[in-house]
């Protein structure tokens, strides 16, 4: 339908324009109005927003035993804002809904041993997966 409204459109302003052509200022100024609202329909759309992205982070237990992940938003000044996630052996466990911005992650082993630490940066909408292993 919206397709249809804009050939409409563009072939009646064609043929007004080579039936007529504009006679006074004003004339000219509308027809490069209906120009620029043409050029706004076929803009691309914007990139989703932050309520409307889902950024997803998943950790794959690839060791012998259960492993803790620490994600922690920098800059995030609230308290509590830190997120555990726990796998077991062979476990995949993932965290969703992450805001936009840079996460330091730390990951220990059953002895407290930290496996590995590091940061990511969440922009776009994008859902991770990182596998762990000894």
């Known amino acids: 339908m919206k397709k ?3 050939l409409l459109i563009i072939g009646l302003s064609t043929s007004m324009l080579n039936a007529q052509t504009p006679s006074t200022n004003s004339e000219l100024i509308e027809g490069g109005k209906l120009i620029l609202e043409i050029i706004k329909i ?11 992205c889902l950024r997803s982070i998943c950790f794959e237990n690839l060791t012998e035993g259960k492993i803790k992940v620490t994600l922690n938003r920098i800059g995030d000044r609230k308290r509590g804002a830190k997120i555990e ?11 969703y809904s992450l805001k936009s911005g840079i996460y330091a992650y ?3 082993s059953e002895t407290d041993e930290i496996l590995k630490k590091a940061e990511l940066n969440f922009i776009e909408c994008t859902s991770l997966l990182i596998k762990v292993s000894d």
């Open 4 to 6: 249809i409204s804009i």
């Open 42 to 52: 076929f803009k691309p759309e914007k990139k989703p927003s932050d309520q409307e």
């Open 85 to 95: 996630i726990i796998s077991l052996k062979g476990g995949n466990d993932c965290s």
């Open 106 to 108: 730390e990951i220990k």
